[in-house]
């Protein structure tokens, strides 16, 4: 069984890059055709709702998704979610009922032909300086004015622990009270069965099931409430994997 699941996970991986090549130049055809931010959500639109599920169906992947009635259609939310294998970015776009922009790592910008996708489609934060930091912020205050939601994960990266959950950074927390947008709590409950772990590659078919808390608003709170808002967050999402 464990033979076949990398052998699976290689399948998955070739089938990514064939099919992210090919997607490339439906993202260069748009782009030409409708520049700007018109053809930024398209693409995005095409990758989160057309690309998505065409690979997850390829792959043997059904995604099931629960309580996604609380996200309301046309607000602006900062998402966050848990984040355990290298498959939970694509199952994140399609538990969205919209499109979203992800918080990603510079490093991904060097990724082979993934890395352009992710430089035009996602947003960087630079942590170099303080006034790098605060530019950053100003770029996301502006990207939630504009309609857009975007993705974090308050672990920083894949969780590498033996627990449930790694450690929170204050980064999503702090953006959403200084942004006053509602936090969406995405929870995918049983990724670790079924797709890769940080540390191995490993995936097999299957239902990944992923659940949507009632969003918290922010627009009443302050930096002192960061500790006890990632704490709600993270308590919200303990409470689905310990029920799995």
């Given amino acids: 069984m464990s033979f076949f699941r990398k052998i699976w996970a290689v399948y998955a991986v070739l089938l990514f890059l064939v099919m992210m090549f090919i997607s490339m130049l439906v ?14 959500r398209r693409n995005i639109y095409y990758l989160h709702h057309i690309f998505t599920p065409g690979f997850l169906t390829l792959v043997g992947i059904r995604v099931k998704v629960e309580g996604a009635e609380k996200i309301q ?18 199952v ?8 979203f922009r992800f918080l990603a790592k510079q ?18 934060v630079d942590r170099s300086s303080a006034m790098s930091r605060a530019r950053s912020v100003v770029m996301l205050k502006q990207q939630l004015a504009a309609g857009w939601s ?24 702090r953006i959403a009270i200084q942004t006053k947008a509602p936090i969406a709590i995405q929870t995918i409950v049983n990724i670790r069965a079924i797709s890769a772990t940080a540390k ?33 967050v993270r308590q919200t999402m303990l409470k689905h994997l310990k029920s799995a």
């Fill in 73 to 90: 259609p046309g607000q602006s939310y900062v998402i966050v979610g848990n984040h355990n294998s290298a498959l939970d970015f694509i």
């Fill in 200 to 232: 191995s590659i490993d995936l097999r078919p299957g239902t990944v099931r992923i659940v949507w808390d009632a969003p918290i608003e922010t627009a009443q709170l302050d930096t002192a409430d960061i500790p006890a808002l990632k704490e709600q």
């Fill in 150 to 173: 975007i993705f974090i994960y308050p672990e920083g990266g894949r969780n590498r622990t033996g627990e449930l959950l790694a450690p929170f950074y204050d980064g999503a927390f």
């Fill in 27 to 40: 993202l260069l055809v748009n782009m030409a055709l409708s520049p700007g931010e018109r053809a930024l």
């Fill in 107 to 124: 490093e991904l910008h060097k990724v082979p032909v993934f890395g352009w996708v992710v430089k035009k489609m996602c947003l960087a």
């Fill in 92 to 99: 994140n776009a399609e538990a969205f009922p919209g499109i």
